[in-house]
């Protein structure tokens, strides 16, 4: 049991250039995935095709790498503060602090992608002396023996094949130190030891160099056995690191005996690697892929090869009465289909491709039960997997880059044209969320839990939109949801408007919790939303039409309609010293007393009556107008009578709208473009407007007006909105469904109401029908006979993030007690009175 330095081919190391013992140089790259999830099958297609671009141009000999590390705690926190100055934002660096125990408590993980591919071989003379100058010492060497000429030739070569393959996966050239870690990573996979990933950018850039720690391979774990037994009957390697002191890792090697016979249907049956996810527990698990091709011109002139010997072997047996004769048969049938395949297809290529999926943890119990679990998934897909025994250390070396060629590589190969292996699809991701930003949940979907951001004050300088909405039934979490970024934009600096309409009041409860909140009550104000006050007087006559004329069921083309479009203009406000809503109602009463006057102006007089001492938060000059600058505003608006979504959609019952109705859509569309106003504006203070009734944002000319600035323009003055529904269909239309790209769907148990929400998510139903009980049944489902849902399952959801890419995940909440605790009670269970009360104006 000792260590075979045959095992670490690496001679020597420049930058991501690797020299071997065998003489081979090779070039290894980060690999970008690609966005899978729950993308639809025309999305999926398009990675294929990458896939296939891939396969075709990568030369013989090339190693397929996906790695399963944990994430590093401090990394994640790091992603959470870019962009964050935390001296200002003290609630956020509290935040952040209480992430910490949260993050490591979950121990999030990630699957690192690499690709090593041979770009030449070194000088025989060169890499001799490398040799001998290793095999005096345990540590790797700088490549000075190479001239700068040559490490300029095996970058040409790296560069021409990288041109070839696109710029799909966006390959990253790896630090020299990213060697050591792949090293390290595979002799401690899964157990205490294994390095965390280097997954923030610049991680690994402060060494130059590898240097590579020894280890026994104890193939069989005979240490471990009272009695000794050979290796070859026991499936595992134990891997012992005598100089660090840590507990030894237990490994096993997994490879594909046979895949399924009748072939696998891609999208949904032909990526067999997703299987490994997703497993649990201890246990580590990586897969490695050694590929080479052969182009069709050589594929077609072997099969005749192998075709004249099937009709040889036919001829001798063609008098003879047995079962080869119809097995020789069957081999010329399969021979000439997978023959015209490569005929149709002139862009084909034969693909040789060895599989080796690494299952690594702490003990021998843990790890034998992972591979079982994995042998089990992959049956039901028809795919048999082997631990071959006696070839463990070989089929270990199959992952570690640069290794020779090993009788095991061939045992294990098998062979595809390039279109079929291309639906192997083996970098893909199914991550959501943004690179950076607080972390609002889990991701559910990979199984690796990796934390959810979601950058939404970071989102302008991407070029991208923060506005988000959400859907979901009563009790699924959206207005938890709500409050929760509501609070997190407070925390990062910014500012936020919601409109509270519930009973209880949850916003203004929610409120106490916030420094410098501020409550406003339309119902008795002391605040005034009079659009001719608020706004500045080059556009405040517009603003006044876009309410009024809706409150006063005019039109502006009606003879009414035209006469106060006349007195709201910038002509008309100047000649009559309009600078309220009184003042019009005062000056429209005079010119209608004048003699000869217009029957337009009665008209117009009887109609702004009717409502002057219903609503004095318009007409009432005493009250000051309302000013955004706080960090909070919560307006409660529960008292007004609004329309329901139908009233608004359907024309002759929005004809019938009581006057109730038309002042509390009224009120509400005038908070809506306040905040319009106040936060696209270029204050340096990023806004958002939250809206728990998103119908009357977008079912209203005005309203939907607003929902399209936010969603077009808030990118531009750091603002962005938040809406909420129980129905997509009916309330995410126009703007709210075409531009407001990052969308949340909650439980949501009606049939109806889930095909509506998965449909508006991006999800073709018709592809995977099993996503509609997914969200019905399986999405923080309520058990027990209270119908409560376990605290572990709630905030589940599905997610759309700004990439369109669609996946599941489990929302967190705050780290922090006390605004977790705000976000989650009521006033109807929570007192009060242990917190600050916030600002009323009523």
Avoid at 233 to 259: C, E, H, N
Avoid at 415 to 423: K, N
Avoid at 429 to 442: A, H, M
Avoid at 696 to 707: I, N, P, R
């Amino acid at each position: 049991m000792g260590f075979n330095r045959d095992l670490q081919p690496t001679a020597a190391i420049r930058g991501h250039l690797q020299f071997t013992h065998s003489g081979l140089v090779t070039a290894t790259y980060f690999i970008t995935a690609l966005g899978y999830g729950l993308r639809n099958a025309a999305d999926k297609f398009d990675v294929k095709l990458a896939h296939h671009a891939l396969i075709n141009n990568l030369p013989n000999g090339s190693l397929l790498l996906g790695i399963q590390a944990r994430q590093n705690t401090l990394d994640v926190l790091s992603k959470m503060v870019e962009g964050v100055d935390l001296d200002e934002c003290v609630d956020y660096a509290d935040e952040v602090f209480a992430s910490y125990e949260r993050v490591r408590a979950i121990s999030p993980q990630t699957r690192i992608y690499l690709i090593s591919i041979p770009v030449g071989t070194a000088s025989t003379s060169g890499i001799s002396a490398l040799s001998r100058m290793w095999r005096g010492s345990t540590t790797t060497i700088d490549a000075t023996a190479v001239s700068r000429a040559e490490l300029d030739s095996y970058e040409e070569e790296a560069n021409e094949i990288l041109s070839r393959i696109g710029g799909d996966f966006e390959p990253v050239p790896v630090p020299a130190a990213m060697f050591q870690w792949l090293w390290e990573h595979y002799l401690a996979r899964g157990a205490v030891g294994d390095p965390v990933a280097p997954t923030r950018a610049g991680a690994l850039d402060d060494a130059t160099a590898a240097v590579f720690k020894s280890a026994a391979l104890d193939e069989g774990a005979r240490a471990d056995s009272q009695r000794r037994v050979r290796p070859s009957f026991v499936p595992v390697i134990k891997v012992v690191q005598p100089d660090t002191g840590y507990r030894p890792s237990y490994q096993a090697m997994l490879t594909p005996r046979s895949f399924p016979y009748s072939g696998m249907a891609f999208p949904g049956g032909s990526e067999f690697l997703n299987v490994i996810d997703g497993l649990g527990g201890a246990v580590t698990v990586d897969w490695g892929m050694r590929i080479s091709t052969k182009p069709a011109d050589q594929v077609l002139k072997s099969n005749e090869v192998n075709l004249r010997r099937l009709g040889e072997q036919m001829d001798q047996r063609d008098q003879e009465v047995s079962f080869a004769q119809n097995t020789l048969m069957s081999k010329a049938q399969m021979l000439g289909e997978y023959n015209q395949h490569f005929e149709v297809n002139g862009g084909e290529s034969e693909v040789s491709f060895t599989t080796v999926i690494a299952v690594g943890g702490p003990s021998h119990d843990e790890t034998m039960d992972a591979v079982n679990t994995l042998r089990r998934r992959y049956k039901r897909f028809q795919v048999e997997m082997v631990t071959p025994v006696g070839a463990q250390v070989d089929l270990w070396s199959l992952l570690v880059p640069g290794s020779p060629p090993r009788r095991a590589f061939d045992d294990f190969a098998h062979i595809v044209p390039s279109d079929m292996w291309a639906g192997f699809v083996p970098f893909t991701t199914s991550q959501i969320g943004d690179d950076s930003g607080p972390v609002i949940g889990l991701n559910l979907l990979s199984g690796h839990f990796e934390p959810i951001h979601f950058g939404i004050m970071e989102a302008a300088l991407h070029d991208l939109s923060a506005s988000f909405a959400v859907t979901g039934e009563l009790g699924s979490g959206k207005s938890y949801f709500l409050k929760l970024m509501a609070v997190l934009v407070h925390d990062m600096g910014g500012q936020f408007l919601a409109i509270d309409r519930s009973q209880v009041g949850e916003w203004e409860h929610f409120a106490s919790a916030i420094d410098d909140a501020v409550v406003i009550d339309l119902a008795n104000p002391s605040v005034s939303l009079d659009p001719l006050r608020l706004f500045d007087p080059r556009v405040a006559g517009e603003r006044a039409l876009d309410s009024v004329l809706p409150l006063l069921d005019l039109s502006p083309t009606s003879g009414t309609g035209a006469v106060i479009s006349n007195l709201l203009s910038p002509k008309g406000i100047a000649e009559h010293h309009i600078t309220s809503l009184l003042d019009l109602y005062r000056v429209v009463c005079r010119l209608r007393d004048e003699p000869g006057a217009l029957d337009e102006y009665s008209d117009l007089a009887s109609r702004l009556g009717t409502i002057v001492e219903r609503v004095p938060v318009l007409f009432d000059p005493s009250l000051a107008p309302i000013r955004l600058d706080a960090a909070a505003t919560v307006v409660r608006s529960h008292k007004l009578a609004l329309p329901t979504a139908e009233e608004l959609t359907t024309p002759h019952l929005y004809n019938r709208l009581p006057l109730t109705k038309r002042l509390g859509t009224a009120l509400y569309e005038l908070v809506g473009v306040t905040a319009r106003e106040a936060f696209l504006s270029d204050n340096g203070r990023f806004g958002l407007l939250v809206g728990d009734e998103a119908h009357h944002f977008t079912q209203t000319q005005v309203g939907a007006s607003v929902t399209s600035d936010f969603s077009r323009d808030g990118r531009k003055h750091l603002a962005a909105i938040g809406l909420a529904s129980h129905d997509p269909a009916t309330d995410f239309q126009g703007a709210a469904h075409n531009l407001i790209p990052n969308r949340f769907v909650f439980r949501q148990r009606d049939e109806t109401l889930a095909r509506n929400s998965l449909e508006w998510l991006g999800v073709d139903l018709e592809e995977a029908p099993y996503l509609l009980q997914a969200l019905r049944e399986e999405t923080s489902p309520p058990v027990g006979a209270g119908r409560q849902v376990p605290e572990e399952r709630r905030g589940e959801m599905f997610m759309r993030d700004a990439l369109s890419r669609i996946g599941r995940g489990k929302v967190l909440g705050p780290a922090r007690t006390d605004r977790a605790e705000a976000i989650t009670s009521t006033p109807s269970v929570a007192p009060r009175t242990a917190r600050r009360e916030p600002e009323v104006i009523r």
